[in-house]
């Protein structure tokens, strides 16, 4: 099974033009993330990421909204 998270860009680094790097907080986690795939985007947007790399631009509300379904996954209990 394969998981996309959302996480909001903090700051952009273009030391390498090819590949743009943006360091990405994942609801107080934060990690440096490839935005090779991304080049429009922009600190504050949101983004989801696979493998790290940034695979698509979505708006707040629907970062949230998966932010929240995480969350809730946490307090499933399979038994």
Known sequence: MCLAVPGQILSIS???ELSPMGNINFSGI???ISLAYL??????????VHAGFAIAIIDEQEAQESLKAFDELKDFDNS
């Open 30 to 32: 934060q990690k440096n």
């Open 39 to 48: 080049p429009e985007a922009s600190i504050n947007d949101y983004v989801i």
């Open 14 to 16: 273009n030391e390498d």
